[in-house]
């Protein structure tokens, strides 16, 4: 009876741990951030619940969008690839009509941002910023 007990339990533990993977991969995401950029706004360090759905479906592994729903308004924080590859948190401050944005840091003399790379697609972004803790 003991075993039957056992195997119940771990296959709970696996499903569960399978639901939060396929929540973390397609639906919600965390980070922790590092930096000055974001700045009073959000501090080194604070965590972030990032909604990988506020603009559309865009799959791991994949560098664009399946389906677009939405594009970032202004003052939207976002969580994007800069066009060097790597992950930035900024403030979305213009959608421009070719398919691109600017996104600038609060912190000015702290940030790394669009005044530095340019404009970025909207298919790096990965998605937008709904908590910070």
Do not use: H
């Not at 533990?13 to 399978?18: K, M, P, R």
């Not at 009073?40 to 799959?59: E, M, Q, T, W």
């Amino acid at each position: 009876m003991k075993k039957k007990e056992d195997g119940a339990i771990l296959r709970d533990i696996l499903l569960a741990l399978s639901f939060a993977f396929i929540l973390k991969l397609f639906f919600f995401d965390f980070m922790i951030t590092q930096g000055e950029s974001m700045k009073p706004a959000i501090k080194d360090g604070s965590v972030l619940i990032i909604n990988r759905l506020a603009y559309g479906f865009r799959p791991p592994l994949l560098n664009n969008y399946l389906y677009r729903w939405a594009f970032p308004d202004e003052g939207n924080v976002i969580v994007f690839y800069t066009p060097a590859g790597d992950l930035a948190v900024k403030r979305c401050v213009k959608v421009l009509n070719d398919g691109r944005f600017i996104a600038l840091g609060d912190n000015s003399l702290e940030s790394y941002d669009s005044r530095s790379y340019g404009p970025v697609s909207v298919d790096n972004i990965l998605g937008k910023v709904v908590g910070i803790k």
